[in-house]
């Protein structure tokens, strides 16, 4: 029904511009864009002392074309890529060890944006956009490092490292290794989103924009599987030995927290941007003087 509505709204926006047969012409350009990336969980935000939140950055770019109207309606596509990552931190008196964590993601979107501006012929314009993305799941990896506090048990450092098809659990004073293979990603492929801005645009040239805006992404879909996962552990020789199980890679309320009463309930977790994007937008045409 989402994307039904999605696209009903986009083909009846473009037909509406077009009736009005007053276009100025095609435009491309190219943005670059920095935010505050945050992989959003309902659960993992309301998590006690052991698992809060770090700031993570990241950092994004975009190709886009599109078309400007005299109405200073525009329709943009385009393609952009970019980073959704986030940083955990754990120090809890009820835990035996200081836990910090990174979850590494990245996808690539092609965007549909419906933009706004004035249409008055001045250098300094303010606008805002709105828009919709399909996002492709181009990258994974989840690093979590326990390091244990009680120097007398002189317990080794335990690294969790989890990608796409392998779950490897790793100690580093004893340099054992458990490895498991996956028989799919922890992270779903494909995902819809919607995102927003406001900002300005300053024409440097006849025909050539600088843009500034406030840009926020919000992907709609839950980007973590929901699907049991098959394991099987891996020797050094990369065969295959023992009986596989079939289990989940996540299987508590939050991400990193470990409750035995916990059953599979957790949330969904959906990747929000928000940040400041620049950028360079060049117009096939010649602006007239009603504008």
């Given amino acids: 029904m989402k994307k039904i509505l999605v696209l009903c709204l986009a083909v009846l926006t473009i037909g509406i511009a077009k009736a009005q047969d007053r276009t100025y012409g095609p435009f491309y350009g190219i943005h670059v864009f920095g935010y505050k990336s945050n992989l959003f969980n309902s659960d993992d935000f309301r998590a006690d002392s052991f698992q809060k939140y770090q700031f993570t950055p990241g950092f994004g770019a975009t190709l886009e074309f599109g078309r400007l109207y005299q109405s200073g309606f525009s329709v943009a596509g385009g393609l952009s890529f970019g980073t959704s990552n986030q940083k955990y931190v754990g120090n809890d008196i009820s835990y035996t060890y200081n836990m910090t964590a990174t ?18 012929d001045k250098r300094l314009k303010y606008f805002y956009t709105l828009g919709f993305y399909y996002s ?3 990258g994974y990896k989840d690093v979590r490092k326990k390091d244990y506090k009680d120097d007398l048990t002189k317990a080794p450092t335990e690294t969790t490292t989890i990608t796409k098809d392998t779950y490897t659990i790793t100690y580093d004073t004893t340099k054992l290794q458990t490895v498991l293979s996956m028989d799919k990603s922890p992270i779903v492929r494909n995902g819809f989103g919607a995102l927003a ?78 940040g400041i994007q620049i950028g360079i937008r060049y117009y096939l045409y010649d602006f007239n003087e009603e504008r």
């Fill in 197 to 274: 801005g406001f900002g300005i645009n300053y024409r440097i040239k006849d025909k050539m924009q600088f843009i500034a805006q406030l840009k926020g992404e919000f992907t709609i879909t839950n980007i973590e599987s929901i699907e049991k996962t098959r394991f099987r552990y891996v020797d050094g020789t990369n065969n295959t030995v023992g009986f596989p199980y079939s289990g989940y890679v996540y299987d508590n309320y939050t991400k990193y927290m470990n409750d035995p009463k916990s059953n599979w309930n957790r949330s969904g977790t959906h990747p929000f941007n928000l």
């Fill in 103 to 120: 979850t590494s993601t990245s996808f690539l979107k092609i965007p549909i944006i419906f933009g706004l501006q004035a249409h008055k």
């Fill in 136 to 138: 492709y799941n181009t």
